[in-house]
T-cell receptor
């Protein structure tokens, strides 16, 4: 069983709408949780990084939340744009920060 | 400031040949990580290196795979006697030297564009 589970697997929304992506993890103890955006054929790009003591972190239209008690995180995208179409990956770092454990990602497609 | 560079972007090899993947970290970064991404799967950690040292290779297959990060030049991921199952995208990431607190995972890792290896 993957230590980082993401849902939904894929999502299609209309341009301008909001959406929320979910991440559940079992990595414990952990150091930090990150959300990355990966465009097709490109490397992942960091969106947010939160330590276990942080509950929320924003980066423009992206807002990530973290509940360390339930081991859940979400990424909320506001006023989606066509360029938001990508895979969004939840990544958890172990306590010593030496390894990143990646979720399989949620593929988001924004339609006009 | 150039980002993480990887070459080649695409590599085709026949079974039994060797594949060499190169990664030049961002300027000022001394930590390099290699990840493998199989189709429809998430990235999997392979190895973490600092200059001239392998820090953690727990994700590397025991045979045929090796990695180095010499004092001068790029980091190299080498796959000997490739098999079809080695076909994947291989990503390199780099990060800054760490401060006194926190391991390398506490700093942002910047990813390269990846090398897509196809084994015929």
């Amino acid at each position: 069983k993957n230590q980082v589970e993401q849902s939904p697997q894929s999502l299609i929304i209309l341009e301008g709408k909001n959406c929320t992506l979910q991440c559940n993890y079992t990595v414990s103890p952990f150091s930090n949780l990150r959300w990355y955006k990966q465009d097709t054929g490109r490397g992942p790009v960091s969106l947010t990084i939160m330590t276990f003591s942080e509950n929320t972190k924003s980066n423009g239209r992206y807002t990530a939340t973290l509940d360390a008690d339930t081991k859940q995180s979400s990424l909320h995208i506001t006023a989606s744009q066509l360029s938001d179409s990508a895979s969004y990956i939840c990544v958890v770092s172990d306590l010593y920060g030496n390894k990143l454990v990646f979720g399989a990602g949620t593929i988001l497609r924004v339609k006009s | 400031n150039a980002g993480v560079m990887q070459n080649p972007r695409h590599l085709v090899r026949r079974r039994g040949q060797e594949a060499r993947l190169r990664c030049s970290p961002m300027k000022g970064h001394s930590h390099v990580y290699w990840y493998r991404q199989l189709p429809e799967e998430g990235l999997k950690f392979m190895v973490y290196l600092q200059k001239e040292n392998i820090i953690d290779e727990s994700g590397m297959p025991k045979e045929r795979f090796s990695a180095e990060f010499p004092k001068e030049g790029p980091s190299i991921l080498r796959i000997q006697q490739v098999v079809r199952g080695d076909s994947a995208a291989y990503f390199c990431a780099s990060s800054r030297p760490q401060g006194l607190a926190g391991g390398p995972g506490t700093d942002t890792q910047y990813f390269g564009p990846g090398t897509r290896l196809t084994v015929l």
